[in-house]
């Protein structure tokens, strides 16, 4: 079978365009890696006292209202990254900030109430329960236990 020189360019137009698309797949997360829009949390907003966080919410003007989001990092040896979360009046969840596809950060979508990593990948995560919705991420978040305790807000960091 003879090829023109148009059949060879095409098809190896395809199989570049093939061979790009799997290498971004693979490996996107660990090649371009995303940013994450979400407020930091003001580091004279919160302290750790053990394993309980706990935040000042006068102070942490990200977390006031509805559908705002914060996220801050504790300096301990674990170095835990946290993601907070205001869903609803009066109601915070909290995530370790950590995609469990490639441990990329992550940012809060108020309008699909949903979690969603920063980088190429872009899982994207329940907020009810950290459960994944969509890959390649396939583990889910873990999540810490919060509440609200007058104007602060207590974390437990285990
Ligand atoms: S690090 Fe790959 S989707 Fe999050």
Same mark, same amino acid.
């Given at each position: ?57 006068? #102070? *942490? ?6 559908? $705002?989001?914060?996220? !801050?990092?504790?300096?301990? +040896? %674990? ?13 915070? #969840? *909290? ?6 596809? $490639?441990?990329?950060? !992550?940012?809060?979508?108020? +309008? %699909? ?38 104007t602060s807000l207590k974390l437990t960091i285990a």
């Amino acid at each position: 079978m003879q090829t023109n020189r148009r059949d060879f360019l095409k098809t190896m137009g395809v199989a570049t365009v093939c061979a790009c698309t799997g290498l971004a797949t693979l490996n996107g997360c660990k090649m371009i890696r995303g940013v994450s829009s979400t407020a930091a949390i003001p580091v004279d907003s919160y302290h750790l006292t053990g394993n309980e966080l706990t935040i000042d919410l006068s #102070k *942490a003007d990200c977390l006031k209202h509805p559908g $705002g989001a914060g996220k !801050l990092s504790l300096d301990n +040896e %674990d170095e835990v990254k946290v993601i907070i979360v205001h869903h609803e009046p009066g109601k915070y #969840k *909290a995530f370790s900030d950590h995609c469990t596809h $490639g441990g990329r950060e !992550l940012n809060y979508k108020h +309008e %699909d109430k949903i979690l969603q990593c920063s980088s190429f990948g872009k899982s994207t995560f329940k907020l009810t329960n950290g459960h994944v919705i969509k890959g390649p991420a396939e583990g889910p978040l873990s999540i810490y236990p919060i509440q609200v305790v007058n104007t602060s807000l207590k974390l437990t960091i285990a």
